[in-house]
């Protein structure tokens, strides 16, 4: 419990800082790769690698380097100048620029402040009084450095860059111990002069040692000096401080501590080099590549970045936009309620795959005097038109059903009022009422495959009414049938007809088989999941409405008839003879039966036949002018209020 | 296997009607197939034009949105004073054509003789 209640403590922390940083996990693993890049740069030489090393070349030339600082000491050992047989020159860490000269007698110290760094003012070689020889014992201020010269010592600091920078240079306690009467040179530390003469890069040999490193030099007058010893750096560059660069020369002891870590504390960059571990050593030449690195990571950091906010954005359209979808859908295939009117009810829809969603629909609702209306249709077309058309008939049949009209004279009304003017698009629907007291389904089919029973007898299918649309009479077939406890009738769609399986469409044996396959109470949801599950491809749109008896019977059940409404046109026709033939009406009786109608049609517009099937094979015909559609009772008090 | 395939119109001699246009179309004929459907019935209808014959003897399978496009031409033939027959003898289709009655808006034959008889009789 405390583990997941830890887990999941972490978890929200992390949601609430990825939601306060607003950016996506691969935006942080740029940011981190930028991060690591960034240390590179600012990184010292290698990490790992000592801070105080030395190095010696030849005889005449010792470096010590700490980290990237470096100060070498050499001893001139050329006479030629006949000056400064001894230099000591730094170079700061952090800028290539920065670099200093001491020079002593015969010892230079060269100092100079890197570029970028505050000092107010470069010192200008040439310029000052340390020219050789004529103020040997005055101080040069130079650049604003102080530069005390003791005696032969001069100092001298040059800022690579006079209009920019931040640190001043301050090379503290920088003292040698030999001391010669050579005046002090005044030479640009940028080319060390021409009588100093620097092991620059001499030194290759570096090892580990502690800060306080003691080197030795020698100088060219054979006299052994103890010139300098620099435990840490010479040179404090880039100090925030804002001092002036001030550069102290002192005869006196060799030994000096010199905090020339501060060089590398002080900038923050560096201390985050530092901080993070890098595996290999940084070399100089790889800093540019790291910087192109850096930058190209940022740039896709960048990218991500935005990339990730077009996708939420994008996510929340389209959850806006599945919201209208399921709006407009709910229009179409509503909740239906568990039971209704003594039915159980299901149904269930899934839209097609591919381009051709939309076109079905179905409902199942309360009529006045509490019967139930059941419809579920198909729109031919998909898309918007076919969401359109298909609201369009389901609430103009439910509006006819809750007038009070029977199915089929609801279809036929329906059928006359939305024709097509292309006479293209059209819709199938089959709709029914039921009624608990006899326990009665009434459905008529305008074009819609009749449904398949379970436990029941199976409906006629033959002489099906046209769908609405197509500018023709429809409505015309009707069927009645009393439900048993045990029977359940599954209205569909054609979509589940027409889904692919490996041996061809699914076709009404297929779903028929699927359907027994349920159970004894098959429900909607189930048989589109067994249709989905048996087939390849499901190309159209499907619907199921399964409806059963909720309450025990109270009339006999088992009533079966079968109605065609005819006029001339279909007497004149063989629809009105094939209709009967197919319900197993005799030759004899189907003759019979039509010139009654042919009478009955003389006299008003049409007829109806009602065949009982009930005790099939013994079949009974009825034939009766067909009555004016039965109004409901709001039909009528709607007609009385209007004066009708 | 979802090939769907319509043919240029032809024009048939016969000796009571005359000449008269087939269009050909077989394969799958659903609602990505109706359109090009469509275009060549539409092209066939023409005022004063010769009867129409639509060959789906190829077809194995249509849908809904044929099913109009068939419906819609036959009706325009109608009100242009001509007629229109339907070929097809897949069982599975004429199941369908007999679910939503299309014999009711147009002639369905099974072979082009009888279609042109129907024709004639119509014509």
């Not at chain 1, 990237?68 to 700061?92: C, D, F, H, L, Y």
């Not at chain 2, 599975?92 to 009888?114: A, G, H, P, T, Y």
Request: aromatic content about 4%; glycine content about 10%; hydrophobic content about 40%.
């Amino acid at each position: 419990m405390r583990e997941a209640r830890q887990d999941e403590q972490r978890l929200q922390v992390s949601r609430g800082l990825a939601l306060a940083l607003r950016v996506s996990a691969g935006s942080r693993r740029y940011i981190a790769v930028a991060l690591v890049a960034l240390a590179g740069i600012c990184a010292p030489g290698a990490q790992g690698a000592p801070l105080i090393s030395t190095s010696r070349s030849q005889g005449s030339s010792i470096g010590v380097s700490l980290g990237k600082t470096k100060i070498e000491a050499s001893v001139n050992g050329s006479q030629s100048q006949g000056s400064s047989p001894i230099s000591v020159s730094a170079s700061s860490p952090l800028a290539s620029k920065a670099e200093a000269s001491i020079t002593v007698g015969p010892v230079e110290a060269n100092v100079s402040a890197p570029e970028g760094s505050s000092t107010p003012a470069p010192s200008t070689p040439g310029t000052g009084p340390q020219t050789p020889g004529t103020e040997p014992q005055k101080t040069s201020t130079a650049a604003g450095v102080n530069a005390p010269v003791l005696g032969p010592v001069s100092v001298k600091v040059n800022a690579g860059s006079p209009s920019s920078g931040s640190g001043p240079v301050a090379a503290k306690d920088a003292d040698t111990k030999s001391q010669s009467p050579t005046p002090a040179t005044n030479t640009p530390a940028s080319s060390h002069g021409p009588s100093t003469r620097q092991a620059s890069g001499g030194g290759s040999a570096s090892t580990a040692g502690p800060k306080h490193h003691r080197t030795r030099t020698r100088s060219s007058a054979k006299k052994t000096n103890k010139a300098a010893v620099l435990p840490s750096s010479l040179v404090k560059a880039t100090a925030s401080s804002g001092k002036p660069a001030s550069v102290q020369a002192a005869a006196s002891h060799s030994a000096q501590h010199l905090k020339g870590h501060k060089s590398a504390s002080s900038d923050p960059l560096s201390a985050l080099g530092r901080q993070i571990p890098l595996g290999l050593p940084v070399p100089d030449w790889s800093r540019p590549i790291i910087l192109v690195l850096l930058l190209l990571t940022l740039a896709f950091g960048l990218r991500a970045f935005l990339s990730t906010r077009r996708a939420r954005r994008a996510e929340r359209a389209q959850s806006a936009l599945v919201n209208d979808i399921n709006v407009m859908q709910s229009a179409l295939v509503p909740d239906v309620p568990a039971t209704l009117g003594g039915l159980s009810i299901s149904a269930a829809y899934r839209p097609a795959e591919g381009p051709a969603a939309g076109g079905d629909f179905y409902d199942v609702f309360a009529l006045a005097d509490g019967r139930v209306a059941i419809i579920l249709g198909d729109v031919s077309g998909h898309g918007h038109q076919a969401l359109n058309q298909a609201a369009l008939t389901r609430y103009t049949l439910r509006a006819y059903l809750e007038a009070g009209l029977e199915p089929g004279a609801a279809l036929a009304l329906a059928g006359e009022v939305m024709s097509d003017p292309d006479f293209e698009h059209f819709a199938t629907v089959i709709a029914g009422i039921y009624d608990e007291r006899p326990g009665q389904l009434t459905y008529a089919s305008a074009g819609h495959p009749h449904p398949l029973m379970l436990g029941g007898p199976q409906a006629l299918g033959e002489c099906a009414a046209p769908p609405l649309g197509w500018g023709v009479p429809t409505g015309q077939r009707q069927t009645v049938l009393t439900l048993s406890a045990h029977e359940y009738v599954c209205f569909f769609s054609d979509g589940l007809l027409e889904a692919r399986t490996q041996t061809g469409l699914l076709g009404r044996d297929g779903l028929e088989s699927l359907l027994r396959g349920l159970g004894e109470r098959p429900r909607a949801p189930e048989l589109l999941a067994a249709v989905q599950d048996s087939a390849t491809l499901l190309a159209d749109d499907m619907a199921a409405c399964v409806i059963g008896r909720a309450t025990p019977l109270t009339a006999p059940g088992g009533e079966h008839f079968e109605e065609l409404e005819v006029d001339r046109a279909a007497l004149d026709g063989d629809s009105a003879e094939r209709f009967l033939e197919a319900c197993g009406v005799s030759k004899h009786q189907r003759e019979a039966t039509l010139v009654q109608a042919r009478a009955l049609v003389g006299r008003s517009t049409s007829a109806r036949l009602r065949v009982d099937m009930t005790h099939s094979p013994d079949i009974e015909v009825l034939c009766r002018a067909a009555n004016p559609p039965e109004l409901g009772e709001r039909t009528r008090a709607l007609r009385a209020a209007i004066g009708a | 296997m979802r090939s769907f395939y319509v043919l240029d119109e032809e024009v048939v001699l016969n000796e009571s009607l005359g000449r008269v246009t087939v269009v050909r179309a077989g394969g799958e004929i659903d609602y990505a197939a109706s359109p090009h459907l469509r275009e060549r019935l539409s092209a066939a209808v023409k005022p004063d034009g010769p009867p129409l014959i639509i060959d789906l003897l190829g077809a194995t399978f249509i849908d809904s949105t044929a099913i109009g496009v068939l419906v819609a031409t036959a009706t325009r033939m109608r009100e242009l004073g001509s007629a229109t027959a339907i070929l097809c003898a897949d069982p599975q289709i004429l199941k369908i054509f007999q679910i939503v009655s299309l014999e009711d808006i147009v002639d369905v034959c099974e072979s082009r003789e009888q279609a042109l008889e129907s024709l004639a009789s119509i014509v």
